[in-house]
């Protein structure tokens, strides 16, 4: 389904990303941890292309791209089987609710007005935010935002969503409504990578559990494996720091 290959990122000479090799599979739900400039939100960028590898290969579906000779076109497909939610919503201010997530079904998929809305009716019923639908973001509080953007990744029917720590913008009584949004979607089978350092959501809803330090994967596992018996000593030293909220 996901298939990275020896990626790596520099940054003006710094080198980000480290040699990730990476595999996922179909509605697997992978957790990503680690510390603050370890690289996790870089390797999710690199994944569909709003940032470019300087190296390596990613695959997704049927569609390969390798940062070497990458063409615009190989990234337009790579594009199209993800989506992204990002930390602070990137809704159209301008937009409604639901313009919102009709957008990219009309300019992108080509749907007519009538079939945009009619799909984007359901994802933001399931999202709990159909009687917000005609409301401007100025109108909504971050967690209604975020359901919206999540509502809207769903529109296109992606191979993967790609959450880049969806929670941290959010006041703390606002998390648990899209921590919820999220792990319904993972009981609906839908393939997610999540960035995030909401440890007691990362073991409760993860096939998998990665953890990133220095611009590579120091370990991998179950999240049994990673939070209750992690092999590597900066995994556990990172969890012991933040270890009160994985018990």
């Given at each position: 389904m996901i298939k990275v290959e020896n990626l790596h990122k520099s940054f003006k000479g710094a080198e980000v990303l480290r040699g990730i090799n990476l595999e996922i599979k179909?509605?697997?739900v992978v957790s990503i941890l680690g510390p603050s400039g370890t690289g996790k939100s870089t390797l999710l960028r690199c994944l569909n292309y709003l940032v470019e590898p300087t190296k390596g290969k990613i695959k997704i579906g049927d569609v390969e791209v390798d940062a070497s000779n990458a063409t615009k076109k190989d990234i337009i497909e790579l594009r199209k089987h993800t989506?992204?939610?990002?930390?602070?919503?990137?809704?159209?201010?301008?937009?409604t609710a639901l313009e919102n997530v009709m957008e990219a079904l009309i300019v992108v998929h080509k749907k007519s007005k009538e079939e945009a809305r009619?799909?984007?009716?359901?994802?933001?019923?399931?999202?709990?935010?159909?009687?917000?639908?005609?409301?401007?973001?100025?109108k909504l509080s971050g967690g209604q935002q975020q359901r919206i953007a999540i509502a809207r990744a769903m529109a296109v029917n992606p191979n993967v969503i790609l959450f880049d720590e969806p929670t941290?913008?959010?006041?703390?009584?606002?998390?648990?409504?899209?921590?919820?949004?999220?792990?319904?979607?993972a009981k609906e089978g839908i393939t997610m990578i999540i960035v995030t350092h909401e440890i007691g959501f990362a073991k409760d809803v993860s096939n998998r559990v990665i953890f990133m330090d220095n611009g590579v994967i120091a370990e991998e596992g179950t999240p049994d494996e990673i939070?209750?018996?992690?092999?590597?000593?900066?995994?556990?030293?990172?969890?012991?720091?933040?270890?009160?909220?994985?018990?």
């Open positions: 179909q509605s697997e989506s992204m939610v990002f930390q602070n919503y990137n809704l159209f201010k301008n937009k009619e799909i984007s009716i359901k994802l933001l019923e399931k999202v709990g935010m159909l009687d917000r639908k005609d409301f401007y973001p100025s941290s913008a959010l006041d703390p009584e606002l998390v648990g409504e899209v921590l919820s949004v999220i792990k319904s979607l939070f209750n018996n992690p092999k590597n000593e900066r995994t556990a030293k990172f969890l012991n720091v933040i270890g009160d909220n994985v018990k």
